[in-house]
């Protein structure tokens, strides 16, 4: 069989967007404790710990399952880690995004009922 350079293009191309759409190993159900509470203590627990807050990140409570459930609710979680307009982008720094799998993680949880 003989492969043109088109054909020998598409079959790359199709090779890495498949590694791609594999790269986040998300599990089938996404919980609080288990998979959320690691990641926003990891990647936003420097500025919106419970002993940190009242000094650095505000009024803004994330640190446990009640208070991140409230901010899911009203939208901020996530219009926050992904940078939509009308929010306050996180980890306050312009253009800095969590990485792609966390925030893929956390819409799993919030569309998938915020489970505790
Ligand atoms: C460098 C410090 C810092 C980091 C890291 C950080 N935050 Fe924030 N966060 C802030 C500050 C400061 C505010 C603004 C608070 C205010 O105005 O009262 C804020 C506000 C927010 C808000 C409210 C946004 C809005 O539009 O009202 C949410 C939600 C939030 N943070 C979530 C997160 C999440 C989730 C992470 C981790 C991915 C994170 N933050 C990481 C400092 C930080």
Redesign the pocket.
Known sequence: MKINNLGLLFLITAFFSCQQKNQCEIAEVITYEKDVAPV?EA??F???APDVYKK?????K?YDYKSLLA?ANDK??L???KHLEG??A????KDKK?DKCSILLIEKWVNSGLLK
């Open positions: 926003i990647k936003c420097m500025c919106h650095k990140a505000s009024r803004v994330i901010v901020r979680l219009g926050s880690i929010f306050i996180m980890p306050y720094k969590i």
